[in-house]
């Protein structure tokens, strides 16, 4: 499983971005995908996750009702991180991340997901 995320990039306070993760070589029927950060000195930080069918969706207490987890409409392993809002303290790396599961589910927990893509720095300065 190879994951690969872009989008960050420098936006000041108020305003938004959105990052994408793009995964390939997934064979697995259910899995969960999921977006973490971690801030310099910092633990990692589980932001959101998706579920791959019936979508579960779960957010990290931080982001909730400013970022939104989603999946592309035509391609079920591109996930998308809509960030409204941002504020300083959400400048961090961000990671997307895929789990395994024998159901549909995913995790928040950054032990739980068993692939990880490369960051993308995400900082939020006026």
């Known amino acids: 499983v190879q994951l690969q995320a872009f989008g960050g990039g420098l936006v000041q306070p108020g305003g938004s971005l959105r990052l994408s993760c793009a995964v390939s070589k997934l064979t697995l029927n259910y899995y969960g995908l999921g977006w973490f950060r971690q801030a310099p000195g910092k633990e990692r930080e589980g932001v959101a996750c998706?579920?791959?069918?019936?979508?579960?969706?779960?957010y990290g207490d931080s982001v909730k009702g400013r970022f939104t987890i989603s999946r592309d409409n035509f391609n079920d392993t591109v996930v998308y991180l809509q960030m409204d809002n941002l504020k300083p303290e959400d400048t961090a790396v961000y990671y997307c991340a895929a789990r395994r599961t024998i159901l549909s589910d995913c995790s928040i927990t950054a032990k739980d997901n068993n692939y990880w893509g490369q960051g993308t720095q995400v900082t939020v300065s006026s």
């Open positions: 998706i579920s791959s069918h019936e979508p579960d969706l779960y």
